[in-house]
């Protein structure tokens, strides 16, 4: 793929991941290509229907998930790194996204390419945990699809006065998650 042609299906990907954690399943296409910069012919050029561009969000992601877990496992497990690590797929917006696929999940499930993702990624993040376990930062008992679901619950968007009220909220609910992770 020609670099600009990829810029822009990275653009278009994380426009989509955005718009659709912040608007929900309502945000138009034109606008999602609005606001990646690029024209609609462009989306769908790359994405000739909405649920293909739905699925190489979900694809995204996966592959977003993977390429952390590695991250992390490839340097030294520090309570740094492991606070970076969540954060990173927290602003994934995992959370705020799973109410958008809720009933694209049958039809994301039964493809073998989302499956073989989702396997490779929850392997990734298992491994990443035993990487945090070795070095005393997680309990022995987390398993990568509890992790994963928890912070998928703290990346949920707070309704807006809540987030006006407390806006350090998702910071507090990251950095209490992962105490309460940490073995005692």
């Given at each position: ?8 299906q990275r653009?278009?990907l994380?426009?989509?991941?955005q718009l659709l954690s912040e608007?929900g399943p ?6 999602i290509?609005?606001h ?7 989306l769908?050029?790359h994405f000739?229907?909405?649920?293909s ?5 979900v694809?995204n992601?996966m ?5 952390a877990a590695?991250w992390?496992?490839g ?17 994934l917006?995992i959370?705020?996204l799973a ?5 694209e999940v049958?039809?994301?499930a039964?493809s073998s390419t ?10 990734e993040?298992?491994?990443a ?6 070095a005393g ?10 992790f994963a ?5 703290i990346?949920?968007?707070l309704?807006?006065q809540a987030a ?5 909220q ?7 998650y992962?105490?309460?992770?940490a073995?005692h």
């Amino acid at each position: 793929m020609r670099t600009d042609a990829a810029t822009n299906q990275r653009q278009l990907l994380d426009s989509a991941a955005q718009l659709l954690s912040e608007q929900g399943p309502q945000v138009s296409l034109r606008t999602i290509a609005k606001h990646a910069g690029v024209g609609v012919a462009t989306l769908y050029r790359h994405f000739p229907t909405r649920e293909s561009l739905e699925e190489a969000l979900v694809l995204n992601i996966m592959t977003q998930v993977t390429d952390a877990a590695r991250w992390f496992r490839g340097g030294p497990a520090t309570p740094k790194r492991w606070r970076e690590l969540a954060e990173h797929l927290g602003g994934l917006r995992i959370g705020a996204l799973a109410d958008h696929f809720a009933d694209e999940v049958r039809r994301l499930a039964e493809s073998s390419t989302t499956q073989e993702r989702r396997t490779q990624a929850l392997q990734e993040v298992e491994s990443a945990l035993a990487h945090a376990r070795a070095a005393g930062l997680i309990r022995d008992d987390v398993p990568a699809v509890r992790f994963a679901m928890g912070i998928a619950v703290i990346s949920r968007p707070l309704p807006a006065q809540a987030a006006d009220t407390v806006p350090d909220q998702t910071e507090w609910l990251m950095e209490t998650y992962l105490a309460g992770l940490a073995p005692h």
